[in-house]
Each structure stands twice: as C-alpha cells, then as structure tokens.
C-alpha cells in the first residue's frame, strides 16, 4: 500500500510562483508513473501533468511552459514547480501514483490518491 501526502500549497498572488511536494511511503516509486491532477470548486477532477519512471512528460496545454513536474526517486517524492500562476488555477492539487507504469490521463489508471493541497490564486 502506498500512501502520497500533497504539501506546499497556499495562498499567492497572480503572477506568482509555488512548490508542490508528493511524499510517497510504503512502496518504492520508482518504476511508478506519477501525476497531478486538480479540482476547481463546481468542476471535475482534471488532470495536469504526468511524469514516468523514464522522466518523460507530458501536460495540458494550460499548464505547458508554465509548469514542471519532476520527481526524485532516491527520496520517493515527486513535486510540481508552478510558475506565472493565474485564477484560473486555484484548484485542490492531488497527487497520484499508477503502480503498473501506464501513460494515460484517465483518473482510473492511477491506484493512489494523496489527499490534496489547496492552490488559491488571488487576481
């Protein structure tokens, strides 16, 4: 069983910039595909951004040039660098993990949920 606890999320302004986190226990992720996803009030779960145990990656066109998502297998954490933040992205940022090492964006490919950091951007 693996367990992801999400951190770094806060309040900031347009413009800005913020770290998300992805702790991961109870397994080795290395050969994990790895992504976030997010929840805008009123909206469905989307997702964002996806990395495999390759490094390759690949994101929405929302989120492209703007954010990175990266991992470090030696300390089984993956994070999310957010940069040039808009409204638009005030979500609740999941983390999640697919144990088979799958390329997809369908919520159901992914085994474990973290519990979510809050992301508000203020315009």
């Known amino acids: 069983q693996v367990q992801l606890v999400e951190s770094g999320g806060g309040l900031v302004q347009a413009g800005g910039s913020l770290r998300l986190s992805c702790a991961a226990s109870g397994h080795d992720i290395t050969g994990y595909t790895m992504a976030w996803f997010r929840q805008a009030p009123g909206k469905e779960r989307e997702f964002v951004c996806v990395?495999?145990?390759?490094?390759?990656?690949y994101y929405i066109d929302s989120v492209k040039d703007r954010f990175t998502i990266s991992r470090d297998n030696a300390n089984n954490t993956v994070y999310l660098q957010m940069n040039n933040l808009t409204p638009e992205d005030t979500a609740l940022y999941y983390c999640a993990a697919d144990r088979f090492g799958r390329w997809g964006q369908e919520l159901s490919f992914y085994d474990y949920w973290g519990q979510g950091t809050q992301v508000t951007v203020s315009s």
């Open positions: 990395i495999r145990w390759s490094m390759v990656t």
